[in-house]
């Protein structure tokens, strides 16, 4: 497991006070745009092309990336375990890796990449959103030869059972940590049906702030965090500067995604957690996010 240190920390810090034009050493990357599921919440499926670059353009891609600066890389998609040899491929370039994976695939044995797995609501609502293979993604987790971070995107079918969620996925051994994030919506698709209500968000964000305090370092998610998803910080606090227009985002034809992964995405109702951590890392000084976070990548 890579070192990520007060030195990670610093640099990352002088990255931000430069300005937004540097990439923060961050990069989001497509792996693949394939998917085995067709998730309601899913942003992706609007995304049409089926061209890929092959693992040659991609190793040149990746150096390329690495000679720029890059360290932090999270792997997405698509599905990106439909691609294990491009994240394979990366991992021996980049110190620090991140794969969000929907759990049907068997987890690589790659102890030092941090995996999240996206399982939305418990079994009921899970299987609303994206279908009824949530005892498969259990099956998968307990049989991960390492720990995992399950995260949840909240949203009007899933949001009663935040609680049960945590007290649910707390209890498997090889479940590390909860992130959670609020559902984002698109400009596109319009699938509007699953997009909170001001006055829904408000309610939600003081019950992750309850649970915050029940459940500790088990969430990812600090009380300052928290407050950035109130309907009056997300795009004022947020959006307007939001951290992720200066990350590398490649889709997986490594062509650039503008402004952010998210592509056509409103920053006024964005819901995606890396923007939230980040600005309340470096905006609001979240001392207590960055020691969670380090811990992500520092085994104790
Ligand atoms: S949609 Fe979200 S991630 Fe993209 S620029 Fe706006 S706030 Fe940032």
Redesign the pocket.
């Known amino acids: 497991m890579p070192y990520f240190g007060i030195p990670t920390f610093a640099t990352l810090l002088v990255h931000y006070r430069l300005g937004h034009s540097m990439s923060l050493g961050v990069a989001i990357i497509d792996t693949t745009c394939r998917c085995n599921l067709s998730c309601s919440v899913c942003y992706y499926k609007r995304h049409k092309s089926t061209k890929e670059l092959s693992l040659s353009e991609w190793k040149i891609k990746l150096l390329e990336l690495k000679k720029k600066g890059t360290a932090f890389v999270t792997w997405t998609g698509g599905e990106p375990l439909l691609r294990p040899e491009v994240i394979e491929l990366g991992r021996r370039i980049f110190p620090f890796n991140t794969v969000f994976t929907n759990g049907t695939n068997p987890i690589p044995d790659w102890q030092d990449v941090v995996f999240y797995v996206s399982i939305d609501g418990t079994k009921t609502s899970y299987e609303k959103i994206r279908g009824k293979q949530y005892e498969t993604v259990k099956s998968t987790i307990r049989n991960s030869s390492q720990p995992v971070i399950v995260t949840m995107v909240i949203n009007k079918v899933n949001k009663k059972c935040i609680e049960n969620y945590l007290d649910e996925w707390l209890k498997e051994p090889n479940v590390r940590a909860v992130a959670f994030s609020f559902y984002?919506g698109s400009e596109t698709t319009g699938y509007d049906e699953l997009l909170l209500r001001d006055g829904e968000l408000q309610k939600i964000v003081e019950r992750l702030k309850k649970a915050k305090r029940k459940y500790g370092e088990s969430l990812i998610m600090t009380e300052k965090m928290a407050d950035l998803f109130l309907p009056q910080n997300?795009l004022r606090a947020?959006?307007l500067r939001?951290?992720?227009?200066s990350f590398t985002c490649l889709d997986a034809e490594g062509k650039n995604k503008l402004?952010?992964?998210?592509t056509n995405?409103?920053?006024e109702?964005?819901?995606?957690f890396?923007?939230y951590a980040f600005t309340s890392i470096f905006q609001r000084g979240d001392i207590e996010l960055v020691n969670l976070v380090r811990k992500l990548w520092i085994r104790v």
């Open positions: 984002t997300r947020v959006g939001c951290v992720v227009k402004p952010c992964s998210m995405s409103n920053c109702r964005c819901g995606q890396i923007p």
